[in-house]
Structures are given as C-alpha cells and as structure tokens.
C-alpha cells in the first residue's frame, strides 16, 4: 500500500531549538497538507501546498515557522526557535485533488513534538 | 469561519449495537464531508467521502448521510464491534483546493 512517510517519528528537544519535520508524500499526489492536533484544539491545518506551490499558510505562526516542498518527494515543515506550546502531533496528508474540491487524503503516522 | 462539532465527545456501547455518531457545520456551502477514524497513536484513516451533490455513503458496516442545508451529517455503523474503538473524525472540504476543517471527534468504545 502506498503510504505517506513522516520523520522523525517523535522528537524531545528544547525551548529555542530548531525542529525540522519531513514529509513524503505518495508519489502521483499533487496536494499536500500539514496539520497540527492537539488535545485542546484538535486538528488544526498549518499550511498546504498543491503542485509544490504554496497556497495557504495562515494557519501558521508566521514568525517561528516556515513550509516548504523543495521536491515533489519532499515536504518540510521548520520550526525556529521551538516553543513548549509547539508540543502537539504534527500530520503530514497528501491527496489528489479532483475538481470540485474532492480530495481524499492519505495521512501519515504523525511526528510527536515535545518542547520542554 | 466555517465551525465543525461533533456529538458526542465519547460514546460507550456494548457490542452488537447500532450507532449513529453526529456531525454539525456552520457554513453549509461546502465541497464534500469525509469521514476518518483515527487508531491511538496514529494518523487518519479516510472512511467515507460525501460529495455535496450527494446524500449518502456506503462502506460495509458503515453508512454516512450528508444534509448540507441543515448542516448535519451523520456516521451509522451497524452491529458495533470492539476493533471499532476509535476516534472518528468529521471533516468538511470548504475550498476548491480541497482543504478540510476538522471537527474534533467522538471517542468510540466499544465493550465487548
């Protein structure tokens, strides 16, 4: 089954560190989403990408975090310097999206981000 | 801003039982509705996919039904069972790219 690769898996580090979290998405996709869940907000979408371009990430704090796809095999979501409230799941999707907005999306596994 | 909330938060039921798990939205001009289920420690699974033009989605067990100008959709699994226990989440697709807005789910138990 084809299937959406997240790294790392979990990762511990501390407040002001910079934490990179990679993505790659089924090959053939074109959209590609990162959401963050947490207990208290739920899922809530960052950013998303389709054909690699950007297309929204006001989701996103502006200041500390950055979304890129520098490849179609590749997506990256940077957070610089890291925060405690940054603590939560991070979700990678991606999908293929036909018209009218139909987009079934395929997640990854998630990478759990504990800031202390 | 498009809202979407689930009823009930969590949901304990014997084995066997029929369900119906809930689904509201705000902003009734949606794309489509999707149902996931989503295991402890994993990511989502992608259950059923509502179209707005249509009213309802069959999987096995599983029925999803879609009433954009309520803004209600409904999850129905029947003969409940104890690999059912998770979270399943109901999500709106309120952008021509696609995008979803995420209820927060209902916690499913099933005993068996």
């Known amino acids: 089954d084809a299937r959406v690769t997240q790294t790392p898996r979990h990762k511990v580090t501390e407040m002001g560190q910079e934490v990179t979290m990679r993505c790659q998405p089924i090959?053939?996709?074109?959209?590609v989403f990162w959401y963050r869940q947490t207990m208290m907000q739920g899922l809530e979408l960052l950013a998303y990408?389709?054909?690699?371009?950007?297309?929204?990430d006001s989701g996103m704090p502006k200041d500390r975090f950055s979304a890129e796809m520098p490849d179609a095999t590749l997506a990256t979501l940077k957070i610089q310097p890291s925060e405690p409230r940054d603590s939560a799941v991070y979700f990678c999707?991606?999908?293929?999206?036909?018209?009218?907005?139909?987009?079934?999306?395929?997640f990854g596994a998630g990478s759990r981000l504990t800031v202390l | 801003k498009q809202e979407v909330t689930q009823i009930p938060a969590a949901l304990s039921v014997p084995e066997g039982e029929n369900l119906v798990l809930n689904c509201s939205f705000t902003?009734?001009?949606?794309?489509?509705l999707q149902w996931f289920r989503q295991d402890p420690g994993k990511g989502l699974t992608s259950l059923l996919l509502?179209?707005?033009?249509?009213r309802e989605q069959t999987s096995g067990r599983l029925n999803a039904s879609l009433d954009k100008s309520s803004g209600r959709s409904t999850l129905y699994i029947a003969a409940s069972q104890p690999g059912d226990s998770a979270t399943y989440l109901c999500?709106?697709?309120?952008?021509?790219?696609?995008?979803?807005?995420f209820g927060k789910g209902t916690k499913l138990s099933v005993k068996p």
């Open positions: 090959l053939g996709h074109n959209t």
């Open positions: 999500a709106v697709g309120g952008g021509s790219q696609g995008n979803l807005i």
């Open positions: 990408f389709r054909n690699r371009a950007p297309l929204d």
């Open positions: 999707a991606s999908g293929f999206l036909y018209g009218f907005g139909a987009n079934v999306l395929t």
């Open positions: 509502i179209q707005s033009s249509q």
């Open positions: 902003d009734s001009a949606i794309y489509n």
